[in-house]
């Protein structure tokens, strides 16, 4: 074998490698495991939202009750405890 075709073939499997590398990241991601997560992080920031309301009320005597502050913040615990479990579709890198 000849220089010629030592780089021949050193360039095909670089290219092989680089094309499988490119396949497997543009796989599709799991649309349901996705939208489960979305939907959580969307009610964690309703929740938040509606917890901060309740604040903001009990700051100021208008909130006479405090039943729906403590379920508010049982469900925001609930929704962190979900999204502690990261998709797979996130690489390590984006999960610290």
Known sequence: MNTTQVLKLINTLAAVFILAFLVKKSLPINV??????KNTLNQQKE??????????KSRSDILTYYDQFFKHLYQIKNTQNKLKSIPTFINH???K
């Open 93 to 95: 890198d984006g999960r």
């Open 47 to 56: 929740i938040d939202v509606i917890l901060n309301q309740d604040i903001l």
């Open 32 to 37: 349901e495991e996705h939208q489960q997560y």
